[in-house]
């Protein structure tokens, strides 16, 4: 009987890809340091700020004094490089960290892609240029309590969290654009009423 082929997701197969090279980039990049190293070891020449024979390399991540062949990486004029350890801690997490962008850039081509094939485009809501007591439902000239009063009376009813689960996306978008704009209206008024006359 023929062995079924397992199917898998697009997705799949480009983190398998961006894992892959990533590695592969990392790899070539090891395989650089430790030429460069052994060609190092091979030399054995001390700086020349240290005594000869006295060949103690200071690792700039964890300031340890080690001899050159417990460094991964040296700069011979100063005496300062990085120890096996800290280089590899800090490999993997360079490592990770390139995964992640390669992932994010992933994620967001993907997107793109699909808003491109359904047509749908995100568009910023429209700005309404409403005064802060207009906005607010006020007089120009509201005293501080009639503006906390009008503030609480529409946060309550527009506060994002107030918003019912049932409620479509441009409902509950609608409810956050409203509730930053009586935010807004509301510190306007204030720092008005509280400026020195």
Not at 1 to 7: D, K, L, N
Request: hydrophobic share 35%; net charge positive; with cysteine.
């Amino acid at each position: 009987m023929p062995r079924q082929r397992q199917r898998r997701s697009s997705g799949d197969l480009v983190d398998e890809v961006v894992d892959t090279a990533v590695d592969a980039i990392f790899d070539r990049g090891r395989d650089v340091f430790e030429r460069w190293r052994d060609a190092q070891q091979s030399r054995q020449a001390a700086p020349a700020h240290l005594p000869s024979g006295s060949v103690e390399y200071t690792c700039a991540s964890c300031r340890g004094k080690k001899p050159l062949a417990e460094m991964e990486m040296v700069h011979p004029s100063n005496g300062f490089g990085m120890c096996k350890p800290c280089f590899g801690f800090v490999w993997e997490a360079g490592k990770e960290k390139a995964k992640q962008f390669a992932d994010m850039a992933r994620k967001t081509a993907g997107e793109a892609a699909r808003r491109a094939t359904t047509g749908t485009r995100r568009t910023a809501a429209p700005v309404d240029r409403k005064r802060p007591w207009e906005v607010l439902g006020i007089a120009a000239d509201a005293s501080v309590p009639e503006i906390k009063k009008a503030y609480r009376k529409l946060a309550m009813e527009w506060h994002p969290d107030h918003v019912p689960p049932q409620a479509s996306s441009a409902e509950k978008q609608e409810a956050h654009v409203r509730f930053q704009e009586i935010q807004r209206a509301r510190d306007v008024m204030m720092k008005v009423r509280s400026a020195p006359e």
